[in-house]
């Protein structure tokens, strides 16, 4: 039975369309494939609420960045959202960011980080592509990404971290800080540099980075930088995988799952002839006795309800019960190595994103979108995850419902 072509945009406006029969309605839901659709025929009036299932939850979608080594981006084509696919993944139309702020400094909680320069900003806000909502932050100099520790909108308790560049004569060199509501400015959150962010995450009260030469930084806001702790956990990781052989680390991400911290290791390619998987997870926590430094514990092999979602920078944890479209037990991450592409040269562009079955132990390929592959040599680079606010979706259905 081929599937009718149904076009929501023009539903809301349209006279009548409020009085369809509920059979009918629920019926053509019942054709969405995507829960961009459920969730627009979701919000057209009251009557196809009442109709329909509710969208209880969407899955996270890619943030892609546009690539271009001839000139500048333009600003509104600066970033794209992709539904991610098996077959082949499909762009999401989210809009253009508010207008001068063309720079993009990561994607949190939902919330894209957007500055109006690269150097010195004298706006910079975070900016919620659902709803339109933009929340301000304080300027600062040579900031490079920007974390959130909880949704501006949904929690009165939350934390902006920001990473700054410290020597632009050396790239890699970043200092942290911090900034909560109510405060007049950045302040420090560790005064040793950093050789890059490669993942952080927030865990009871605490900030913990992992710099890209796998130097475990763990800060509390509340006790001020000299309570840094630090720790060089790259060779410990090599050891971890109990193989005959050594296996190299081509990525560490680390994610707060229901009340743990995870330590994802992902590795090249391994079968199950070896003791070692693609993607290995281990739980952090403080060692027994005096000290209590932090220490990589037991492996952990299956997630429960839970799957993660990671990424450079901050991962997810997501519950597949709350965001039905997702599978438990999984790891869903985007290309490890990046996603360049030389035409010159002929490098093959590799896997867009992927998902890795923990209780299976295989491996799902998201195939790139070649046929967005531009003539001057840019396309669009994996970057993270977006996963749509939950908050958000219930104050929009309550404010339709009063209507």
Known sequence: MKRPRICLRATAGGSGWSSLPGDLLEQISGYLSTDADHLRIHQVCAHWRACTSSPTALRPWILALRTDRSRPPPPARYHSV???????????????????????????????????????????????????????????????????????????????????????????????????????????????????????????????????????????????????????????????????????????????????????????????????????????????????????????TDLGDHSLFIVRGESLALSAREFPAIKRNRVYGVAVDGNYYSRSHGRKLPDWAFVFDLGSDTLEEIPYPGEHIRDDGSDWQALSWLCPRGPFKKQKQQRLTEK
């Open 82 to 300: 992709w539904l991610p696919r098996a077959h082949l993944p499909r762009e999401v139309d989210i809009g253009a960011p508010p207008a001068g702020l063309p720079y993009f400094l990561g994607a949190t909680r939902g919330w894209l980080a957007l500055a109006d320069d690269a150097r010195s900003p004298t706006r910079l806000a975070l900016w919620d592509p659902a709803s339109g909502a933009e929340v301000r932050l304080p300027p600062l100099a040579g900031v490079i990404r920007v974390f959130l520790s909880a949704d501006p909108l949904a929690s009165p308790d939350w934390m902006a971290v920001a990473s700054q560049r410290y020597d632009y004569d050396d790239m890699g060199a970043q200092k942290p800080f911090f900034w909560r509501p109510g405060d007049a400015a950045w302040s420090v959150l560790c005064d040793r540099p950093t050789t890059g962010v490669g993942t952080l995450a927030f865990h009871r009260g605490r900030v913990y980075c992992l710099d890209w030469r796998q130097v475990l930084v763990v800060c509390d806001p509340n006790l001020g930088p000299a309570a840094v702790q630090t720790r060089d956990i790259s060779g410990h990781m090599n050891r971890i995988c109990g193989c005959p052989r050594s296996h190299r680390v081509r990525g560490a991400h680390m994610v707060s799952c229901a009340g743990d911290l995870l330590l994802v290791v992902l590795r090249d390619g391994i079968g199950r002839r070896h003791s070692s998987s693609f993607a290995e997870i281990y739980r952090l926590g403080p060692a027994p006795g005096p000290g209590r430094r932090l220490e990589i514990g037991d492996r952990v």
